[in-house]
């Protein structure tokens, strides 16, 4: 954001300890990304704020950040912290509190992560001399889930000092406070911090501390008689043992947190310099590191749209590698994944298929953590799979690719997801259905893009009667592509298509018809069994017809029910989903593809395009994008054509061989010449990569 606007920023490092051990803390692939794509604000900031010198050493060594923009500004400690009144009534009040402790301590202000090292400080505090271990206690404050404090005790009961051990589980900020101005010792053994704040704030309420001799603490305690090895449980008891007895060391100690311990006054003051440099200097826009986001639908999702996205991306990238990038571009190109539909998915959710896929809902993240895009992908369809994409869509603008131009649908199916649904923008389409919607959904989704890609010169037409005259210009047409089969599919549908031919021939099966895709009523397969049924019946041609792809138990009944009263049943299947081999079987082996619709929403339909990608005549309704396929790749019936209209078309397909082979051969062709890699390089294009 602040990239886009041309602002100058600062960011502040607590501590980069995850990178010092990736295997504790990155192991997951997921939160490696995460965490990855968060050190891009420390990058690209003009300037990086630390809060120790171990903390800017490590982003300069670990994250790669420049070292003249890195400044300590150190850390605050409360005004509250501060010594007592009397040492003896802060003791009485930690002894009201905590029963437990009855006399004189050494403390430690633990946690549960492995690096604060509680077992060492047990095994150290083990090797004090008995005089001082038996009249003392071990105070470990911070709440530890039972499995870790059943360890520790364990520890201590093996060192033989489980009765000094008390576990105070978490306290109050006033017990805490008590707990520093009563301690004899602050004991902090922590393998790794970013500060080390408890110390900070027990030196400024008086107590002597003995820390590890790790950065950041040896900016806290630099008497290092006062420091220890935090590996070795001897060095720590004896460093324990000086820090409780030499009272040289102790006002050593004290006397050098004067200037190590800071208030916030003087933090804010060494903050306020370095903003002071930037004041009234706006800061040039960073160049573009040609960084592309794609948020859709990708696979496992079962959507049409999902598979296309898949296909489209490994285009994009392939294309975009090999391609020079703009003047004032940074490479590499790079798309980044972003799956959307995963919340429709619930606790079942399969998992990504790839892992250079992210989950959608946090795509706002991943891109204010890096600065921002270059360019952002949206691609939206008239179903539940797409809601998150609306949602991040209002907020970030970017280019949408339109799979449809008609939106209710998607709307209605987003108001479960938060920001879906900005004010004025209904749920409901007014007094209407998906098949007439009154409201524009595509004027809102244009106004707040860079720009709107719908498919083909017919959805185009839709879009604009959509949205206006002095919108138009934001819309462009991206080829849908055609050729949509691999190589591999390919031959597995040619070698199917010869297995039939020679069944076909030796009289052994009657020949396929077959319509591909998701089965639904605005698809008319009411009409193609009915027109299947006239061959059949009245026409004498003997034909077969299959409905392959998903479809609704409801549906499914009521076309085999219709089929048994047309006679025909025997002659009719309806598959529902299959497996990606079987779905090409049937490509093969059909002779006939039937691709109807009733009307035009602004889609494609990837099915039709398989359907000539391998070779299949096909007979598509004269509407819309289907209507718009060059004459002579298809066969072209009218959208509201009769049963009789579409049998006789059916008939001079199957019976004319000539025919059938020259429509099948020119949709080959035509599929041919827009392909994956022609959309992507026309999406390139309208994306100034």
Do not use: M
């Not at 409360?78 to 009855?102: C, M, T």
């Not at 009765?163 to 520093?180: I, R």
């Amino acid at each position: 954001f602040v990239d886009r606007l041309g602002l100058a920023y600062c960011a502040v490092v607590y501590d980069l300890i995850p990178l010092r051990f990736p295997d504790v803390y990155l192991s997951h692939p997921a939160q490696s990304r995460r965490y990855h794509a968060r050190l891009e604000v420390l990058r690209h900031a003009d300037a990086l704020l630390g809060i120790s010198s171990s903390a800017i050493a490590d982003a300069v060594e670990l994250a790669g950040v420049e070292r003249k923009r890195c400044h300590v500004v150190g850390t605050g400690v409360s005004s509250k912290f501060g010594p007592p009144d009397s040492r003896q009534q802060a003791l009485a009040f930690v002894a009201s509190e905590l029963q437990e402790i009855g006399g004189p301590f050494v403390l430690y202000p633990a946690g549960s992560d492995g690096r604060k090292n509680v077992d060492g400080l047990l095994e150290g505090f083990a090797r004090l001399p008995p005089y001082l271990r038996e009249r003392l206690q071990l105070v470990i404050v911070g709440r530890l889930p039972p499995a870790v404090a059943n360890h520790h005790a364990h520890v201590a009961r093996q060192a033989g000092i489980l009765g000094a051990v008390v576990f105070t589980g978490a306290v109050s900020d006033e017990t805490l406070l008590a707990l520093y101005q009563a301690t004899e010792l602050l004991a902090f053994p922590s393998l790794a911090e970013g500060y080390g704040l408890p110390v900070a704030e027990a030196l400024a309420c008086g107590a002597v501390a003995a820390v590890s001799d790790r950065p950041p603490l040896d900016e806290l305690v630099g008497d290092a008689r006062a420091r220890f090895d935090p590996t070795h449980a001897a060095d720590i008891g004896r460093t324990l043992e000086r820090c409780l007895t030499d009272e040289e060391v102790r006002g050593s100690v004290l006397a050098g947190a004067a200037g190590r311990v800071l208030g916030w006054d003087t933090v804010a003051r060494r903050v306020a310099e370095v903003l002071d440099r930037f004041e009234h200097r706006p800061r040039p826009a960073c160049k573009a590191r040609g960084r592309l986001a794609f948020v859709s639908p990708f696979p496992p999702t079962r959507s049409g749209v999902a598979d296309y996205s898949a296909s489209l991306v490994t285009a994009l990238r392939a294309v975009g590698a090999r391609r020079p990038l703009p003047v004032g571009i940074v490479g590499p190109f790079r798309v980044d994944c972003f799956a959307d539909g995963r919340d429709r998915l619930g606790a079942l959710a399969p998992p990504l298929a790839s892992e250079d896929l992210r989950d959608a809902r946090g795509f706002r993240t991943v891109d204010g953590a890096i600065g921002g895009y270059d360019r952002v992908v949206y691609v939206l369809g008239n179903s539940e799979w797409h809601a998150t994409a609306l949602a991040s869509l209002w907020r970030r603008p970017g280019t949408v690719v339109c799979h449809e131009v008609l939106l209710s649908g998607l709307v209605r199916l987003s108001s479960h997801v938060p920001g879906a649904l900005p004010s004025g923008v209904p749920a409901t389409v007014p007094g209407g259905g998906l098949s007439k919607p009154d409201y524009p959904y595509l004027r809102d989704v244009l106004d707040h893009s860079e720009r709107v890609l719908v498919s083909s010169e017919a959805a185009l037409r839709l879009a604009e009667s959509q949205v206006g005259t002095e919108l138009r210009g934001r819309l462009g047409v991206l080829p849908f592509a055609l050729d949509q089969l691999s190589p591999t599919e390919n031959a597995a549908v040619a070698r199917a298509r010869a297995e039939e031919e020679a069944r076909l021939a030796a009289g052994a099966r009657d020949p396929l018809v077959a319509c591909f895709g998701i089965v639904d009523p605005t698809k008319r397969p009411f009409s193609t069994l009915e027109a299947v049924a006239d061959l059949v019946t009245r026409r004498r041609l003997a034909v077969r017809l299959a409905f392959v792809g998903p479809v609704s138990d409801a549906l499914a009944g009521e076309l085999r029910a219709r089929a048994a009263l047309l006679g025909v049943a025997d002659r009719v299947a309806v598959t529902g989903e299959l497996e990606r081999s079987e779905y090409l079987r049937f490509l093969g082996e059909a002779v006939v593809a039937v691709q109807l619709r009733e009307g035009f929403f602004g889609e494609a339909s990837a099915a039709t395009a398989e359907c000539l990608s391998s070779g299949l005549a096909t007979i598509v309704s004269d509407v819309g994008w289907l209507g718009d396929l060059p004459a002579g790749t298809v066969a072209k019936v009218s959208s509201d054509c009769t049963p009789g209209e579409l049998a006789s078309e059916l008939e001079r397909l199957l019976t004319d061989g000539a025919l059938r082979q020259s429509v099948a051969g020119a949709g080959r062709e035509h599929a041919r010449s827009v392909t994956f890699t022609d959309a992507a390089v026309a999406l390139l294009d309208e994306l100034g990569f």
